[in-house]
């Protein structure tokens, strides 16, 4: 019954879903254009940050070999003037990022096509919602019927003996095994 569900879900959105599918490589082709320049400003970040690393260890190593664990007035100013410098190439990446995500989001028709998703998403939802809603008295009715068979089954397995049993265990499990077999 679940998978009828979900076939009545798919059948009852499916010119939205291909609507949505159309609109999503639109907009993954416009997205696509400023993919690589977001993927350099990612590489540019990682590679900024292991140079800082490098630095502030050379930096770090030269005045414990110097002066141990001691701190000097030199290694506070330039290991402030490093995180300065670290500090301003993140600004300036974030500046750039954001200046990218202004341009993607000013691009023609990209904010139009973002909602249009947005809202063929809610009404795919919302339709699939219906459809779960319709099925699920019939659903709750044959669980319910499962149910039942289920406790008078352990009812009568109690009432019987120990060949009984496992005479009505190895029948059970020759249904399951072979469902559409005529029992004997």
Same mark, same amino acid.
């Given at each position: 019954?679940?998978?009828?569900?979900?076939?009545?879900?798919?059948?009852?959105?499916?010119?939205?879903?291909?609507?949505?599918?159309?609109?999503?490589?639109?907009?993954? @082709? *416009? +997205?696509?254009?400023?993919?690589?320049?977001?993927?350099?400003?990612?590489? &540019?970040?990682?590679?900024?940050?292991?140079?800082?690393?490098?630095?502030?260890?050379?930096? *770090? &190593?030269? =005045?414990?070999?110097?002066?141990?664990? +001691?701190?000097?007035?030199?290694?506070?100013?330039?290991? @402030?003037?490093?995180?300065?410098?670290?500090?301003?190439?993140?600004?300036?990446?974030? +500046?750039?990022?954001?200046? /990218?995500?202004?341009? /993607?989001?000013? *691009?023609? $028709?990209?904010?139009?096509?973002?909602?249009? +998703?947005?809202?063929?998403?809610?009404?795919?939802?919302?339709? $699939?919602?219906?459809?779960?809603?319709?099925?699920?008295?019939?659903?709750?009715?044959?669980?319910?019927? /499962?149910?039942?068979?289920?406790?008078?089954?352990?009812? /009568?397995? =109690?009432?019987?003996?120990?060949?009984? =049993?496992?005479?009505? @265990?190895?029948?059970?499990?020759?249904?399951?095994?072979?469902?559409?077999?005529?029992?004997?």
């Amino acid at each position: 019954m679940q998978v009828r569900v979900q076939q009545a879900q798919v059948r009852a959105t499916a010119p939205e879903r291909v609507l949505r599918h159309r609109l999503a490589g639109q907009q993954a @082709a *416009t +997205v696509a254009v400023f993919a690589a320049q977001f993927a350099a400003l990612g590489a &540019d970040s990682a590679t900024g940050q292991r140079r800082y690393q490098q630095a502030y260890r050379q930096l *770090t &190593d030269a =005045q414990s070999e110097r002066y141990g664990h +001691v701190s000097t007035p030199g290694y506070a100013r330039a290991l @402030a003037d490093l995180v300065q410098a670290r500090d301003h190439t993140i600004q300036a990446r974030q +500046v750039r990022r954001q200046t /990218l995500q202004h341009r /993607l989001r000013r *691009t023609p $028709g990209y904010a139009a096509r973002h909602r249009q +998703v947005a809202a063929l998403d809610s009404s795919i939802r919302a339709q $699939g919602e219906r459809v779960a809603t319709r099925y699920r008295p019939p659903m709750d009715s044959l669980q319910q019927g /499962l149910n039942r068979q289920g406790h008078e089954y352990h009812a /009568l397995r =109690q009432r019987l003996d120990a060949v009984q =049993q496992t005479a009505l @265990a190895s029948q059970r499990d020759r249904i399951r095994r072979s469902p559409c077999q005529p029992v004997e």
